[in-house]
Each structure stands twice: as structure tokens, then as C-alpha cells.
């Protein structure tokens, strides 16, 4: 037992997105883990469910009680399906509790942006103006004093950080945007189906969801905030971009290749000197200049995103590719980055160690 | 022994293009392998560099004597690489034989294009013209009366398939093409580096040579041709496009995913017509509507082109992707193929056989 | 639409094994598949279940109705789950028709082993008489005269296959017999659970079911039935062995190490000559000297067992490796070869070509 | 920098083994790596030749200067092949450093055992007396006390600890142990080599040196020593196992199953009380009774086995089966608990973190 941490809740915890939770706060040296949920493996004890923390977490799945979670909790995570954490999120809040979401529910800011594609409507469209976009490389001064953020989405993490300083420059045309993600199975989480049955991913890459993954308008809500004034549109949804999301036979991690056309002929060195610049001082981001080192190999288990920028003069066009760990700062780790932001924790607490290669 | 049989030799035939060549060859009807060439494994069996051939070829593995080549073939197919061939096509060219090469060196019409890309003077230029660029959905007939096929390579096969019908009928504007392919492993060849050492290649996907890949001008050459004449360039290569290789962790196979925008409004189901009407009676395309069955585990080992064609309203955007193996339909079943057409055989021999899923 | 030929039926077609008994009938040039049935795909056509099959299977999926699969076939291949080809089996075999079972319930020729080892009775407990357990290589002149056979399942064939001329001839002590298998994923089936699901199996390699694996009293029942008269044990089950199966993360294949204890000093030399003679003229059999050149990578996709024998003086024992493909030589390959040796074709037809490496 | 810490060396830096002594020393509290050598990687930031290290570690690689080591460096470790390894360590003894060595030089006690395996004479024989068997289970108040710690090799690791209590409490037969090991790919090193090309390993299993492997006579060396007094052969070499490594299609980690004959009848449980029993306190153990939990994807980027025992009373033997990393727990792991244990710092010291499933 560590003195003097932080309570906190895991919602959800035996998802792969949960178990990369209990990983990461087991280790945290400000937080104690008070409350872990479950559906399916209510009264499993968190070892069994998942083998690789045994010895690291005593606790046992529970269901979801709310009045017991805010007895035991100050802080509460919720790695729930979208719409299951709607409410949760909301009856948290009330009991003003700090409350990090990793669903979808909270990370738009139009509730009918939520509604057109997630064909249900917002039960608490109210709370939606007290959520934070929780990506820290863009929100965070406000995410250190809001009460409720919303952990972004794994594959918007890597599109907008491979993407903002292009848009938030100017740099652009920002009706040119394609975004082509490549994303290793555990993205599609730990339910099986057919799709993701071994033989069926294994020797396969396939598209999926073209044009119409829901992701698709936390990126275009993030990026056509950053636009400068006089290219920004007025709703934040007008600015519609191409997101196509693929599978490929890995575990882990994003790559994200991401295209667009340049407004102004720029040289590859141009580029990088202006994500140099709007990512100084970021511990997470590692640019890099060769492509063939931005792997999810080099970022497993990790909170980093790597980041590659480079132009292609033939077609006046900009190519950046990026790489994160799908798990970790595409969702537990940038949640545990959230939490140390909010509570005032050094941000990089629990989340310092490289990954290992290969 | 075959009775009646074409002779053919195979040039460069201990990696992996050169293997699947033997193995196509070895089931052919109309065809007896009469001499197989290597480098560094001279005077082996092939047995002893392709176990998986024991009891289908019992030829020895020779150094190149054209001499006996010409002797003992009427027809050689090629699997060297480039500049290698440059002059031993010239050769065979020569002394009249058939010449199939799966090399890059024919591929490009214009001279200084290829100088430009390969950074080494074509030696033969005049041969140029004589060379027919064998993707047989295109060239079929021109194949047919030809000497020299230069088989196209494999990312251009999954891309030029992909666009044809959408440049032919001038649907999209030629400029905004952009195509990101993702190859299996086997694509880089059969000796190791570094890039494709198991433990680096695995668990990662990367981009490499963005907009750099030598591949990029036979595509651009071959969309160019199919334009209709009012917005086809001048110049077969003042037509750029953007093309983005990644390299994935399977053994075999290419899914490419090819991007642009539309010249006017079109619907899924419109493009689907235009793509059933260009590609009828085609027995190596298979057209899908659902994205998530057109992947490298449904054509491996085939000669087939799985192809897709999805609108996008939002951004006036046209998607498709496309699927084969890469060393069958993108190497040694097309180079096969063009024998076919070229000898009169009927197209499809020794290439009708399913695939093994999973 | 093929003439003259055999019709027949294959039940439970749509499993990975049932896909791979339509790939390989549909290219075999003496038979017809007449009807095709599935449980939850009944209705979808068969290429919709396996879009690596369009262009080769124009059939629906059907219910079974035996009446409408008597009227329509002359044969009948079963790759059903155990127990519910028992009364299937029986209905066809009354009818007349030629039967070749997939399944676990005729390969036991003892009613009691069967319930000992499936914990249920045998409901047709006369018919295990009539039944041939259709490995060709040793009972390949009973299995000619049969009307039912039980086809091995895939890890008894590859372990059988790589002990048998050890056995027979008596080299090996029967109670030192170890094996340690090594299997890809597609031997669990097509249905999706959570061991199979890609992110648990990728990665990882199990043992499970060690010393309790249902293949174990067929591989007992054969080697026993090999044993010279002297050391052959009075009940065909009195002579236990180990078995120990392994999940390894690739699509398909066995590896299978079995070790034993010689019962006089023999080198490997020696050895493969036992090998050579007792696997002379099969045609799927191939004898190799190098332990790495045995591997499901090189017989992936055919009917092939490549098989290797080591003495190691050291420990006074003896290893073998084999290796299949589960799906083919270890199921749909295996039983085509049944039906072919069955009905008098060619023993090879349909099954003579090499593998796509890699 | 951090202060007070001990000045550490890496010889042979570039490396797997030496990328993870890297990432584990970075994060350890009380360690500074000070120098860290390669061979053609010379000259190349650490960053480089690892992207996953950056931010993590700002050396760059230098040739070995035994002067400078000496000068910079208390505590030397070697991850280099085997007799390059063999004279530094003398050097580096003499100088009076503290020395954990990673090669196999050092982890045999006989000299002429060294010369049979290795094809080469020990030129420090009399220093093989002073190195300790770095093993912390079975040697850790040695290693307490050594100058010279030989880390043992991978697959060592594995089969000495799963086979360990069954020698010591003499409960099998020794003249009856049978390893089937199966390791990842990265057991093999960085350097490209066809076997470990990805086309090759990947969907492939494959046994190699069976019975001849380097790590035989360790595993041997150290389960005799732990042998009772009355079965214990004279010669620690005199008792001969079989050992059988396996390469699979992952990164990392190994599975290793050892089969033995029981010498007097024992269940399951009788078996799981010994091991308890003897690895009481043993922080990076853990035991399991359900096989399928045991598994590389469950240790990776970790120092734990994973062990389970099993007894099958049909062929009166046991089976044990374990799981580790065979770069931490395997190698870089091992080592810095070996240095932890010599230096007095808390054992876990560096070693603490769970591993990131999946």
C-alpha cells in the first residue's frame, strides 16, 4: 500500500484498454487503485483475467455500484463502450468527483455532430461544454484545471499531432486532407469476432469503415480549431477530411500517413523546423527524419509519438507519418498523462519508461 | 517430360519471383523448363534452395551461358534485377527468342524517365519501343503480337488496376491521385538485411521512399496513356502523382488504397457500373463491394486482382482498393500470363487454381 | 459443369476445413459438388463465406436434408464437429453411399476408448467395424475396398506418419514414445473465441490439453496396430504415450517433434534407410536430412508430410520432425486422397501441386 | 546524471541483448552507463542504431579501449559472443572490476566440457573456478559474494528453473529429461541471416540443432549439481540430456516444455506443492496451474518465468512447462538482477514493471 495517493477507480478495467490502465497505475507512485470494474468477469480476481499482472494487482473485478465507487475514489477512469459511459460520466461529475473518460462520449463539442455519428442522441449535451479535449500537446492549461476530459481517441491522437502545426500554420489546404491509418488488431479490443480471429487478421490488411469511422470528426473538430481565424469555419464541422482506417496482422500501435497539399511550395527542412518549433519542449513527440524509423515497433508500450513531416515537390503536396502505441497514448497512457496534468503530478509520473525492442 | 512443350529458361530464378516462376511453370500444360539460372546459387538443386519444390523440378541451378540459353529455350523469362537485364534482354532479343522480363529495365517508354528514376543511362533505349508494358487488362492485344513483354511491377499492377477505369472514363482529376500501398515482406526480395530481419519486420508497419518509389513513373506513364486525349499530357510524365509504400508484417501480398478527387458528384453504386463495365470478362478481377473482403488472404498464391470502388460525398473524394500477390499477379503469375497471350495459349492456364484460405 | 463425373456432397462446408475441401473438389477434374451445407451460413452463397472461392463455387450453403443429400450424391464427405457425424454417418452409410468422415467418431475401432476419451457413448457402435482409419500410407489397400472412412484427425497424421517405421520395425521402446506438437491457429477451427482472438495468440506460444488431447488414443490405437507381433499390446489401448499439443501464431501447419528411446544403438544413417525403404513410392511423403528445411512453410497448401529422423547417441534416443498442412494432409487434402484411392481415380488427382513459398 | 551511482560499461552494445541492458540500465536509480562499445556501429548515437532509446540514453557507441572501460567503468558487462568475450573478461577480472558477462565463456566449470561444445580451448581455465553460475534461484548467495558472474544463456534459464525442484528433490528419472524449447526470432541476434529473413521464420516452425545445441551442457552442469548426493554422477557432465530448441514465429520469449519419468508416483498436486515449495519467496517466479496461461505474451519486456507442473500418471511422468523473456529474464534481465544481488542493491532493483499485454 503507498501513503498519501490519490484514490482512484478503473470503469471497464478487463478490456486491453483497462489492463493498460492497471499497468500503468500499478506503477504510479501517487495513486492507489481503490475500485476495478468488469462486466463479464464481475468476482474474477483482476490475476486471472489478465496473467501478466499477476503479482502486480490484488484486486478483483467488481460491478459497477456508483455509490461505492465514489466512497472509494477521488479520481475515476471510465475504459467504457461509448453510450455506456454517458450517464456514468455525468452521475461522477455530479458527485464531483474528477472524472478521465476514455469513451467517445465527451470528446465532441456538438451534440449533434455526437448524434449524426453515433445515431443516438446526447443524454447530457450540457455536460459536453464542461469536457476538455484531453490531448495535452493542444488543451493543456485547460485540462490542468477542468474537472472532466475527455481522453481522445486512438487513432484522432495520431492524425491531429501528425497534423496540428501543418493547419495551426497555415500551411495547408485544409479541403486537401487524407488520412490513411494503419492500426494493429488490439485497436478492435478484446471481444472476440471473425474479423479479428487469428487466422482470419493473420497474412491480411484490409480497409475498413472508409470515410465513415467515427473518429473521423474528433480529427476535423481538433484541426479546424487550431486553423488560423480567417481559414477556420464557422461550425466546427464543416471542414470535412478523408479518414480511412486500415488492420493490419500486429498487437499493437498506429502508423498514420497522412497527406495534403501544400498552400505554399516548402522544402522537407521548412517542415521540420516548424514542428520543431510547435513541438519544443513536448516529451512525448520524437521527430524524425527518416520514415523507416517511425514504427509502432519503436514506441510498444510507450507514450511516445514519433513524427515524420516531409514534402513532396513533384506534387506540392506534405507527407507526415506518426507512430503511437494504439493502448497507451492512444488511450491509458495519454489518460495517465491526463490525471498527472490534472492533479498537478510531474506529467510524465508513471509513464517515463522506453519501450522494449523488438 | 511434357510432349509438344514451349522451352523456356528461366533467368535469376533462386528468389522468390524466380521461385514462384518455377513453381507456375512446373504445373504448366504446355510448358517444360529446360534450363534455371542463379548467382550465388549455382550448381545447387533447386530442391536445396526451394525445399518446397522437392519432387516438381529436378533441374540444377546454372550460371548464365546465353549461348546454351538460346540453345536450349524459346522463350526466357527474366527475374533478374534491373540493369542486369538491360543487356541480357538485349541479347535474346537478338537471336529472336521470346523474352518476358520482370525486371523495371523495358517497363518505361521514354529513356530519360528511367535515367531520371535509376540513376543510370538506359543502353539500349531503341529496344524501348519494341518492349510491350504487359498488364493484359490493358494491353492485351499488343501483348499478343509482341517479342519483348516487360511484366509491370507489383505496386504498379495494384494501382494501375485500381485507377484505370476512373482515368479512362476521366473521372477524377488527374492531379489529386495519391496511393498508399502496403506490402508483405517478400516484396523486398529474398536476401536479408536489416529492414526485413524477422524481429525488426515484425509487430511494425512503416512507410519508405514517400514519393520516391521507383514504381512511381510506370504508374504514372500508364495513367497518363489511358487519359482521354483533352486532359492527357504532352509528356508521359508530367502527369505526377503521389505514391507511398509501407511495408507490413506478412509474408505476401499488397493491398493498395489509391485516393482522388472527383470531377463531378458521383454515387458507390455509379463508379461500381463503371468499374463492371470495364473490367467485364475479366477472369483475374474480382469486384467487391465490401472493403473488408478484398485483402491479400483471399488472393494469395492467385492470380488475382480483388478491386473495390467506394465515393466518399463528404469530400468529393473517390476511394478504391485493390488486392493481389504481390509474386503472383504482381510478378510470376502475370509474367506467366503474358505467355499465355503471347503463345496463344488460353490465357488462364496453369493460373485457375483458388487460393488457400486462411 | 464437368461430365462423368463422381457427384458429391460435403457437409459442414463452411469451417476452414470444409473451405479447403471446396478449393481442392473444385479443381478436381472427376467430381461434382452437387450440394454444400453450413448451419449459421445457410442461405449465403459460398463465396460470400469465402471470397477467396469467388469464380469457383457457384453453390449456396444448405441445411442438411439427407433425403435431398442422398438423391444428389453418390458421396458424401462430413467435416462436422464429433458426435454430430455419428448418426449422420450411419443414415448415408445405410443408404448406400460412400462416406468419408472428418470427424473423430470412426477413427476408434473400440466403442469404450471413444467414451473414455469424448465422455459420451458410442450410438453406432457396430458400424467402427466397418470403418477404415483412411491414412493411405498404411492402409491404403483397405481403404480401396472400404465404404466408410474415418479420416486421422491433423496432429495423429503427422505423428503416425513420423513414427510408424520406427514401430513397425520394432527399433523403439513402445513406453518412451514422446510428442511434442507444435500447431497454427486454424487447427482450433473458424470459430472466433478468446484464445484464437489475433492479439491473444499473436505473440505467444501455449501448451494445452497436455496428456489429455483427444488425438492421443488414435495415435495409440495405430502405432499399437504396427507393433510386431511380440511387443504388440492385447488391447489396442494398453500402450500409452504422450502427447503434447502446442498453439503457435501462424495461419496453419503442424510441426511435430516425437522422441523415443532405441532400443539398440542405431546411428541416422541407419535410420533413414528404415525411413527410406518403409516410405518408398509414397508420393506424399518426403525425406529430409536437414531438420530446418521441415517446416509448414514449405508445405503449405498441399497434401505433403516432409519428414526427417535424427539419432542421438548421447541419450540412446531417437527424434523425428514432420510436417504438414493440418488442412490439407491433415483433413481435406487427406480425405481427397481417401476418396480418390476409394474410387479408383489417379491417388494424386487434385492434389499435385507445390506450395507457394513463402 | 544521477549521483551516487555506480559506473557501469556495456561491451556489445548494439545488440538486442545489448539494446535491453540499455533501456533496463537507463531506468535503473542506481546505475550510470558511463560507456557503451559496438563494433560496426562505431560512431553511431545510441539513438540511432535504437530509435526506440531516444530521449533515453545520449551515448554514442565507441570501440572497445580497455583503458577507458577500466577508467570509467566498476562494473563491466559483456554482451558479446562467445570466445570474444573470453579474454576481455580476464582483462577486465584483473583489473579488479566487478564483471557480469553474458557470453557463454564463463558458465561452464570444465574446461574440456568448454573445448567438446565450443570447438575451441579455454584460454582462462583457471578463471572458470572464480565465476559464479549467475542463476539468483539456485547460486544467489554466491553470486553475493562473486567478482565474475557468468549469465546463464536463454534457454538454460527456462529449463533449469522448470526442471529444478524435480532434480533436487529426486523425484524423476535423470537419465529421462527430454526440453522442447520453442524461442522468438530475437534469440538468434540482429544480424541478418536467411533463416531469420521474415518470409522465411514467419508462418513457420522449425527444430533445430537437435541434441547438439551449445546450451546442452549447462543445463546439464547445473541439474546434476543440484542432484542428491546418491544419484549425482561423478562427473558433472557424465549425466546427458536431450535437448531440443524450436524457432517460432514471434519476437521474443521462449516456452519451454521438459518432459521426465516419475520415479514413484505423484499427482499434480503432490508436484505444485513441491514447486511452491521450493520457490517460496522467489519474486520472479510465478506458478501456475493452467498451461494455457503460461505464455511469452504474458512475460515480455519482463523478468518473471512462468511456471506450471503437471503430472500425467498414464505414462507415469511429468511435464513442466515455462515461459520467459529470453532478452530480461534470458539475458539483460538476469544480468542486472545478477548485479543488483552482487552490488547489495534490493534484488528487484530496475526489474519491477509488468509487462504490456498484449
Redesign the interface.
Known sequence: MKNNCLNVAVLGGSG?TG??LL?IL??HPRVQITIVTADKSVGLPVNQV???????CGLTFESIDLARITKLADLVFLALPHTRSMELVAQCYKKKKHVIDLSADYRLHDPQVYEQWYNTAHTHASLLKKAVYGLPELHRSRMAKATLIAVPGCYPTAAILQLAPLVAKGLIRL?SI?I?A?S???GAG?S?????????????????K??AHRHTPEIEQELNGLAPRPIRKQSPHAF???F?P?L??????I?S?A?ARLRQPLHTTDLQNVYRSFYKDE?FI?L?TD????????????NFC?LGI?A?P??H?V?T?SAIDN??KGAAGQAVQAMNILMGFPEGTGLT??????
Chains 1, 2, 3, 4 share one sequence.
Open positions: 486491453y489492463g493498460e499497468r500499478t506503477q489478465f496473467p501478466h499482472l499477476e503479482s502486480f479541403d487524407i490513411d494503419k494493429g488488431v488490439s478484446r472476440p469476432a471473425l474479423t479479428y480471429h487469428f487466422p482470419e487478421a493473420h497474412e491480411s490488411v484490409l480497409a475498413y472508409i470515410g470535412p477530411l478523408l480511412s486500415h493490419v496482422p500486429m498487437n499493437r500501435g502508423l500517413t497527406y516529451r520524437r524524425r520514415s523507416t524509423t517511425i514504427s509502432p515497433n519503436h514506441v510498444r508500450g510507450t514519433d516531409f513532396d513533384r506534387t503536396s507527407i507519418v493502448l497507451v519508461s522506453p519501450g522494449a525492442f523488438p
